[in-house]
């Protein structure tokens, strides 16, 4: 898809307009697959696989990224803390698996994993399995890691093969966009299936007042995120972004990203104090089997975590990795979380809970 046409389908899937309007009749198809889908779960023509261990599933409706994985990372140290221990389960997009699920803990290669799952297991050290089939991912995975107690599905919203105790849905500033289906919106499901779910992060642009979330379900909780120093890919130098400020900004720095959303890592990097130059928004997932910087002409180039676990072997001195690290307006958010769960050690629920 070109990017003149991407940005036009945005700007529908956001604000409505007449192709919003002729892609109409095939939402109403979409709507009719996903109620079909959940009705033969609802009667128990279709089965789901309750692991003995509990499951947290972290997704969205919104296609596309909107900041999961930063939640899950958060996620996975916050259960660890509170005596857990977490193994992580994901499709593995854009990697080509076949019948039997691959599993691995720590350094893992982005291209046998994919970005994402890559990204949480360096981050986290926690054991990771991958494979489309989620319940033949978490069997895998608690083979090969008998000691993990709890699962958290890197997405897998509407992934309902696998029974789950918590749903926790992340967003970002779009919202639910023009409010419609695939293809004429961009929503996976209704918006009125955030009703069900427990948990409602919103990725918001800024720190907010931090306050107990407000009463009601689902629970609702603000995330903003707050880059950390950056790293060079070829050398491990760690610098702030103010020295990398104050070294490059003659020379002239620029941004690259890969994710669903490139515009919040940018803001993040302008918010605090860096001046870009240049801004290359890739597409989500971007592999890098090739370079897409030989036309950037600036001293420096600033990636995402998991734009890095990629690029590293590209070679060019002038990429810097800058972490970021999430933080929610509710400082019980992760106690929340938890106070869903049985004891760890202790034997998942027969039945998942709303």
């Known amino acids: 898809m070109s990017q003149g046409l991407r940005e036009v389908l945005q700007s529908q899937w956001q604000h409505g307009g007449w192709l919003a309007r002729l892609l109409g009749p095939l939402s109403f198809l979409t709507l009719l697959a996903v109620q079909a889908k959940r009705a033969c779960y609802r009667r128990g023509w279709l089965k789901s696989y309750r692991p003995p261990v509990p499951v947290i599933v972290v997704g969205n409706i919104y296609v596309g990224g909107t900041g999961k994985t930063p939640v899950v990372i958060a996620l996975v140290q916050a259960l660890r803390e509170r005596g857990w221990t977490p193994g992580v389960v994901s499709r593995g997009y854009g990697v080509k698996i076949g019948n039997h699920p691959r ?17 949480i297991s360096h981050a986290t050290n926690a054991p990771v399995s991958i494979h489309p089939d989620r319940p033949r991912a978490v069997r895998t995975l608690l083979s090969a890691f008998p000691n993990v107690d709890v699962i958290v599905s890197d997405d897998g919203l509407q992934h309902l093969a696998l029974a789950r105790d918590v749903e926790i849905v992340v967003q970002d500033g779009r919202g639910v966009g023009n409010g419609r289906l695939l293809p004429a919106g961009p929503l996976r499901e209704p918006a009125t299936r955030l009703r069900e779910v427990h948990t409602v992060v919103t990725n918001v642009d800024g720190p907010v007042a931090m306050a107990p979330a407000p009463a009601g379900k689902p629970y609702r909780v603000s995330m903003w995120m707050e880059p950390g120093a950056a790293w060079n890919l070829r050398e491990g130098t760690l610098r702030t972004l103010w020295e990398l400020q104050a070294e490059y900004g003659r020379a002239g720095i620029a941004a690259a990203a890969g994710i669903g959303n490139p515009e919040r890592f940018f803001a993040t990097l302008r918010s605090a104090g860096v001046s870009l130059n240049t801004t290359v928004p890739l597409p989500d997932h971007y592999s890098y089997a090739r370079s897409p910087f ?61």
Do not use: Y
């Not at 599993?103 to 990204?119: I, S, Y």
């Not at 001195?317 to 769960?341: K, Q």
């Open 103 to 119: 599993t691995g803990q720590g350094e893992l290669a982005a291209e046998r994993f994919g970005d994402e799952p890559a990204l």
């Open 294 to 354: 030989a036309s950037v002409k600036t001293g420096l180039i600033l990636v995402t975590a998991k734009d890095a676990v990629k690029c590293s072997g590209l070679g060019d001195n002038r990429l810097w990795a800058v972490p970021v690290t999430p933080h929610f307006s509710d400082p019980a958010f992760f106690d929340r979380i938890a106070e869903r769960l049985p004891a760890p050690g202790a034997k998942a629920a027969s039945a998942p809970r709303q």
